[in-house]
Nanobody, 125 residues
Framework: QVQLVESGGGWVQPGESLRLSCAAS????????TAWFRQAPGKGREFLAA????????FHALPVRGRFTISRDSARNTVSLRMRRLKVEDTATYYC??????????????????WGQGTQVTVSS
């Protein structure tokens, strides 16, 4: 059973950067893709970026392309999301998810079988 644990959330001011981490355990990951989503209060879960464990191929959603970068550390079974130039509207709970690599880049939540508990990111002055 794959388990995902997010960390790195917190409070930052607009324009600052933050790095989120997702630690994966409990299985083999070559057949999986991992993604980051976020959910703001009163809104649905929004896809941000995905990465394949096997070859590191990445896909970023257009609204965050150029500001957010997903990466993986295979030796540590960790996927990170580097967020730059943060805006107030980036405030949300950020989730790590994993699913079959066949669904790499899927922007809906349904293909993802495993989810972390989420980490809160608050951007305000």
């Amino acid at each position: 059973q794959v388990q995902l644990v997010e960390s790195g959330g917190g409070w930052v001011q607009p324009g600052e950067s933050l790095r989120l981490s997702c630690a994966a355990s409990g299985g083999t990951f070559d057949g999986l893709a991992t993604a980051w989503f976020r959910q703001a209060p009163g809104k649905g879960r929004e896809f941000l970026a995905a990465i394949k464990w096997s070859d590191g191929d990445t896909f970023h959603a257009l609204p965050v392309r150029g500001r957010f970068t997903i990466s993986r550390d295979s030796a540590r079974n960790t996927v990170s999301l580097r967020m730059r130039r943060l805006k107030v509207e980036d405030t949300a709970t950020y989730y790590c998810a994993a699913g079959p690599v066949e669904y790499f880049g899927a922007t809906l939540t349904t293909p993802y079988d495993y989810w972390g508990q989420g980490t809160q990111v608050t951007v305000s002055s």
